[in-house]
């Protein structure tokens, strides 16, 4: 059968041989059914024990799914899996994802993903048409930073082709460098801008005219009308978004969607047209600001107050963007440890440097090294601060009260991230997401933590709903008001945990937004669960997915599709580098910690209870049909999701039953 909704074709490119070769999505349907499902499949079956992230076999693969460059709202985004170079103790298989118009270009192109494997002798880029691609010379790009890179790539092939690039970072295997499009859609997380580098890969260009086909037009289009009306303005969180009326005189601000077919107002995504440079005098900016990238002007009377100003701070997210440098590793991760460090006396120069958090000159000089490797200790910052720290010798203490695990600093966990307002028992479900994760996973795993403070009153005084009402809320979402009852402490954490894990899996692999979906609550209905038409709000994606491809999944089925993704990717990390519950627990130590983030309700700091969060632990473990013992996949349960030939091959590592 061929489904709508798929282009049709997976591109698979060889840079050591030069070989291209294309091969029939079907291969991988209706199973994996798009983005990271597809991934897993293909890890699995094509990257060995052993395999490091700057192998040239290591496959990176850059997947759409089938609502991607439909009118599906929100729909817009392109999954990367592979080898993480930024993963640490080890690096392993995870994921990122990114924006734009990048994905659903590739789409029309004539493909669903993109899977290289090798590298070149040489840099290249590759050049993707119409169900054509040609690996083309990118000696002259080399050295570019990423706007550069795709202005000179558009100059030679087209104003309307997309175009995924690296910069410096990328290209000198910094560890926490991003490849990206447009002006602020990256993959941030990861470090796949390096495993491109590795590669010789400076950029991937595309455009497409080919249409995608639907299996049911006028029921998708009128489930994809529901969708986005429900969905317009009922966003904002954790207010109603507006424009800065200054900002729109003085810089051109405006709303500006960071993916396609976005169909919402967040409230921190804005572009600017016109923004004075202080650095590079006389000259003007323009560019994208979304998520963190709002905290380089730094925030008055906060954790991040640097005083770089507006207009210093907007250069120096541009510069970060333009060299390939992670964000979110920068901002609440890198430079607040580095401050702890003066603050404590440990340092106050960088490779000769005074540290002034104050100055545009001081951040321009610590990023443009870390993406070139330069001096010793910005060398040392290149492999990610939780390996820096390793080399240099300092800060081992500081760095636990940033990063929870893998290399990843703190986010909407409660104890890291200081600008984000969860408080106990809320982050014991963060902490449950971050044990059992390969990195930061809160970015692909919105939904609970946050939407809870979104629904709640403490964040958005005006549009907040009751306690009361957010326990009904969560009784029709998670089956008890337990999971969402601000007095509850540790129980009902295992099951949002568990039942969030399959939505991201949803999201990235259908693909869809982070943030608008799951859809689960509504200011615009009496009791606020998300509904429109006769459809429940947590089914949307169900609904688009069956109407545009015809795989007539039930809710149920689609969740068992997911979650068998997650089973594999489990035992891929079993396999291939023996994780087991130990890891896990790795987390406890950071979680520990009475630090900063105070409970707005009762007025008091809560550190995690270590015997209370093994318990949880074991509720997850139940819920997914892991043994307790050392949190792997059973064989009952691998036999449960038909992978009882992967099963085999994991030999002694896993057991019979729970």
């Known amino acids: 059968m061929t489904y709508g909704g798929y282009a049709g074709k997976l591109l698979r490119v060889n840079l050591s041989t030069g070989v291209i070769e294309q091969q029939d999505t079907q291969d991988y349907l209706p199973d994996w059914y798009g983005g990271r499902a597809m991934a897993a499949r293909i890890a699995w079956d094509e990257i060995p024990p052993g395999t490091g992230a700057f192998d040239p076999g290591s496959p990176l693969m850059i997947l759409t799914g089938p609502l991607t460059g439909t009118a599906a709202p929100c729909s817009g985004r392109t999954t990367v899996c592979g080898i993480s170079s930024a993963g640490y103790p080890q690096e392993w298989y995870s994921r990122s994802s990114f924006g734009g118009h ?289 080399i240099l010798g300092i800060g081992g203490e500081r760095l636990k009260q940033l990063f929870p695990a893998w290399g990843y600093a703190g986010h909407w966990d409660g104890h890291g991230d200081r600008i984000n307002y969860v408080f106990f028992p809320y982050w014991i479900v963060s902490a449950l997401q971050w044990a059992v994760d390969t990195r930061d996973p809160i970015s692909s795993a919105h939904g609970y933590g946050q939407n809870i403070m979104g629904w709640s009153r403490i964040c958005s005084p005006e549009h907040g709903l009751s306690w009361d009402r957010i326990k009904e809320v969560s009784s029709r979402v998670y089956g008890t008001e337990t999971c969402a009852d601000p007095e509850s402490g540790y129980e009902g954490k295992a099951y949002p945990a568990y039942w969030h894990g399959q939505r991201s899996v949803m999201k990235d692999s259908l693909t869809v937004g982070d943030q608008v979906f799951p859809r689960i609550y509504s200011r615009k209905t009496e009791d606020n669960f998300a509904r429109a038409g006769d459809m429940d709000g947590p089914s949307f994606e169900r609904h688009m997915f069956t109407s545009l491809t015809g795989i007539q999944w039930t809710d149920s089925e689609l969740n068992h599709a997911s979650e068998r993704v997650i089973q594999l990717e489990r035992a891929l990390l079993v396999r291939n580098f023996n994780r087991s519950r130990i890891d896990d627990e790795a987390v406890i130590p950071y979680f520990e910690r009475t630090e900063q983030q105070t409970n707005p309700r009762a007025d008091s700091a809560v550190g995690m209870d270590g015997d209370k969060f093994r318990k949880v632990m074991d509720e997850y473990y139940d819920l997914r049909g892991w043994d307790r013992k050392m949190g792997r996949p059973t064989l009952e349960t691998m036999k449960k999701f038909d992978l009882a030939e992967e099963a085999k091959q994991l030999g002694d590592k896993i057991v019979e039953k729970v």
């Not at 489930?223 to 009306?229: E, F, T």
């Not at 992670?326 to 991760?333: A, M, P, R, S, T």
């Open 102 to 390: 990048w994905g659903p270009e590739l789409k029309h192109a004539g493909f669903d993903g993109i899977v290289i494997t090798g590298r070149a002798s040489n840099p290249v880029f590759l050049k993707i048409e119409n169900r054509s691609c040609t690996i083309e010379d990118a000696g002259k790009l080399w050295g570019m930073g990423i706007y550069s890179a795709q202005n000179m790539i558009m100059e030679r092939c087209g104003r309307d082709w997309r175009v995924f690039a690296i910069g410096p970072a990328g290209e000198n295997r910094v560890r926490i460098a991003i490849a990206a499009t447009e002006t602020e859609s990256a993959s941030g997380q990861g470090g796949y801008g390096a495993v491109m580098g590795s590669k010789n890969l400076k950029a991937i260009a595309v455009h497409g005219t080919l249409p995608l086909p639907v299996a049911e037009p006028d029921k998708f289009l009128e489930v994809c009308r529901l969708v986005r009306n429900e969905a317009h303005a009922s966003h904002g969180w954790p207010h109603e978004p507006e424009l800065d009326s200054n900002k729109v005189k003085k810089y051109g601000q405006r709303y500006q969607a960071c993916t396609q077919g976005c169909a919402v107002r967040c409230y921190d995504a804005r572009f600017y047209t016109t923004v004075p440079a202080v650095l590079q005098k006389g000259k003007k900016l323009s560019g994208q600001v979304d998520c963190i990238a709002g905290l380089f002007p730094g925030i008055e009377g906060s954790f991040y107050d640097w005083k770089l100003g507006f207009e210093a701070g907007f250069e120096i997210g541009q510069i970060a963007n333009d060299e390939g440098l992670n964000h979110w590793e920068i901002l609440v991760g890198l430079v607040p440890w580095l401050r702890y460090l003066r603050n404590d006396g440990v340092i106050n120069k960088i490779d000769g440097m005074k540290i002034d958090l104050d100055s545009p000159g001081f951040w321009s000089f610590l990023l443009r090294g870390i993406s070139r490797r330069e001096g010793e200790f910005r060398s040392a910052l290149s492999e990610g601060t939780v390996r820096a720290s390793e």
